[in-house]
């Protein structure tokens, strides 16, 4: 086709391919401004999508992580309050060991197990975290467990499945706050010999004599409290086992956080090299397409010369 005043072919060609450049130079420094590759549905609509749902999941995940913290945190107090339960019970077992022996002044003695059992039921008192108390529980109450949320996922189905970890508080109840009733913790039931009906908390040595009944009975409050430590040991084996899980479970919540971000960023991230790359190589065609318009525009000025 020859030259043309009222359509400048070159120029039009020229016009559309500088536009098509600063199209996609625009696209290449939104990538590099943002770092994302697909930063919205239209940009690419199965990725962001897809990356829209993990996303939402590994928030979940994240609230997962915070509950078995909350978790591993009140089972450690517990667990903590168990051990200086068992080593607090164990001075007390001591002093009655040393009450059995004829002639001593039992009264004494029971002034310093006063103690002991005051500091005993401090320590169970004492062991509340984030509002719970593990040790102090009402054996009567409608639930006698603990539900902690240990996982979350996202079936195939796209159905979401939440996982728990139950903790029985009856194999580590110390002491039974049931208004009414017989208590049963481990520090609180009683325990009756002869016509005397005591718990660990409660025993008292302070009127006992030398006689054979009253040396009996000391012996059967050393069997006592041996056996609530005894009964304590498991309650915080039992503990230990749950706060193993939950910290196994929190671990591998954070490791699918981590999993999730990574696959996140293999879909919608910019490669920030090829990016920077590519931009550069966009500002160079941008200039020669500058070029090539300015020199589309001037050939109409060539025909004018034809007139001259």
Do not use: H
């Not at 004494?108 to 509340?128: P, R, Y």
């Not at 996140?264 to 931009?279: P, W």
């Amino acid at each position: 086709m020859g030259a043309s005043i009222n359509t400048n072919i070159a120029a039009m060609t020229a016009l559309q391919s500088l536009s098509m450049t600063n199209k996609e130079t625009l696209i290449t420094q939104n990538r590099v401004s943002t770092g994302f590759r697909v930063n919205d549905a239209s940009d690419n609509a199965a990725y962001w999508s897809i990356a829209t749902t993990m996303r939402g999941d590994r928030s979940s995940l994240s609230t997962v992580a915070d509950a078995l913290g909350l978790g591993s945190a009140t089972a450690e107090i517990a667990a903590k309050g168990i051990e200086s339960a068992i080593e607090i019970a164990g001075k007390i077992k001591d002093k009655l060991l040393a009450a059995r022996t004829p002639g001593v002044d039992r009264s004494k003695i029971q002034s310093e197990i006063e103690e002991l059992q005051a500091s005993l039921q401090s320590t169970v008192d004492g062991a509340t975290f984030n509002g719970q108390n593990w040790l102090s529980t009402d054996a009567t109450a409608a639930t006698t467990t603990r539900t902690l949320v240990s996982a979350f996922s996202r079936l195939a189905d796209g159905t979401i499945e939440i996982g728990t970890i139950t903790v029985d508080l009856d194999a580590m109840r110390l002491v039974d706050t049931a208004a009414s009733g017989s208590a049963s913790g481990i520090l609180d039931t009683p325990t009756t010999t002869g016509s005397t009906t005591y718990t660990v908390l409660s025993l008292d040595i302070s009127a006992l004599t030398d006689d054979t009944a009253d040396l009996a009975l000391i012996v059967d409050m050393v069997n006592t409290v041996d056996a609530a430590i005894e009964d304590m040991t498991d309650a915080a084996t039992s503990l230990g086992a749950v706060k193993t899980r939950i910290d196994i479970q929190k671990d591998f919540a954070k490791s699918l956080m981590d999993a999730i971000d990574t696959g996140v960023g293999q879909l919608v991230d910019a490669d920030m090299n090829e990016e920077s790359t590519r931009l550069q190589a966009l500002q160079v065609r941008s200039q020669l397409g500058v070029q090539a318009l300015s020199m589309a525009n001037q050939s109409a000025q060539l025909i004018l010369r034809l007139f001259q």
